[in-house]
């Protein structure tokens, strides 16, 4: 028997068919990238600012490191208490954004050990912080090869065999042996210089030494020490490095590696900025160091964050921008962006649209 027709319950009706207010027109419409056309890497990349969820994140990243990049001072009004030397035009059209790179020490062991060292032949970036594995990894890249492997070996395996795991690549033993090797002399010169000028070693002159005796254009921190970009790392001893220098000390006892007059250094260079941008690529010390120099002066102008961490056990690691806002290390207003994802993924597609266009080469 066929049923009668009835009223639609008002509540559900309005429940359902809840209408809308205005689209503001600001809002932007998410559209995909169309395929049936023809598409180059760079249009793709520029789709991405209205696809959504992270794809959206990078695009916004993407636009906040060109800004980074084609900024000079000369954009903005000559301030009231502008000094001296900021007064030319040339001056002030060649003063840039100072880039802050940091990363963690298995994105160089990774093959974006190539896109960062991309970034400082260049002189793309200011000043770097990292970790030890990330100062060391580069130098025995140098002396031997890094293969890639498998997330699921058997690590027992592995260590009878002599082979290291860092996710799903390799670095045989030996790789640190020959590190030991070419290290140990180059520490004996160290420590005789020290001795016989009293000056003391810092992180980032202890680096630059290293880069200055690799003399091999693979390695990132040659193209630091030639290029004289700073190399910063509180964590100097967090790794074979540390190792070495353990080994070192019974041999040859002495060496002092000081860690105060980095910090200066390195603040010191955030505060002088005339803009400051960040690019921090996962987390931890090369993440919060960054930050804090930029708390010298009252945060940075330009942000941005690749990494996976969460926020909701409260690690530095995992937190968004905003929280830096909070402390002053991201200037309140300023542009800042955290892109969810790991950065092999991602940041040499971010290099593809900003520092490896043809006006940046120049």
């Known amino acids: 028997m066929a049923s009668s027709s009835a009223p639609i319950p008002t509540g559900a009706s309005a429940a359902v068919l809840k209408p809308s207010d205005p689209v503001p027109d600001f809002a932007v419409s998410v559209e995909g990238p169309n395929f049936d056309e023809e598409i180059s ?60 790179l940091g990363y963690t020490s298995n994105l160089i062991s990774s ?40 997330f699921n070996m058997d690590g027992a395996d592995l260590r009878r065999r002599g082979m290291n795991r860092i996710g799903n690549l390799i670095v045989p033993n030996d790789n640190y042996c020959k590190f030991e090797d070419w290290l140990t002399p180059i520490l004996d010169a160290m420590l005789a210089e020290q001795k016989e000028t009293g000056q003391v070693w810092t992180p980032s002159s202890f680096i630059r030494r290293l880069g200055k005796e690799i003399n091999n254009e693979e390695s990132v921190y040659y193209w630091a020490y030639k290029n004289d970009i700073p190399v910063f790392c509180p964590a100097l001893t967090d790794g074979s490095l540390g190792d070495m220098i353990y080994f070192h000390s019974f041999k040859n006892p002495g060496l002092i590696v000081d860690i105060v007059q980095d910090i200066r250094n390195l603040n010191e260079l955030s505060r002088k900025s005339k803009k400051a941008g960040m690019i921090i690529l996962g987390g931890g010390v090369c993440k919060h160091q960054i930050a804090n120099a930029m708390l010298i002066r009252n945060g940075a102008d330009y942000s941005v964050y690749i990494n996976t961490g969460q926020e909701f056990d409260g690690s530095d690691s995992g937190a968004r921008p905003d929280e830096a806002v909070s402390w002053g290390k991201i200037r309140a207003g300023s542009e800042s962006v955290k892109v969810y994802a790991d950065a092999t993924l991602v940041f040499p597609l971010l290099v593809a649209a900003t520092f490896a266009q043809p006006d940046a080469q120049q």
């Open 111 to 150: 093959g974006l050990r190539e896109v960062i060292l991309h970034l400082v032949k260049h002189k793309h970036v200011n000043a770097i912080v990292t970790t030890a594995g990330g100062i060391e990894e580069d130098f025995i890249k140098c002396l031997g090869k890094t293969y890639l492997a498998d």
């Open 41 to 100: 890497l760079q249009k793709l990349l520029a789709s991405y600012t209205r696809i959504g969820f992270q794809a959206n994140s990078l695009g916004k990243a993407i636009d906040i490191v060109n800004k980074m990049r084609k900024w000079r001072l000369s954009d903005e009004p000559v301030a009231e208490d502008e000094s001296e030397e900021y007064l030319s035009p040339e001056v002030r059209a060649q003063t840039k954004c100072n880039v802050f």
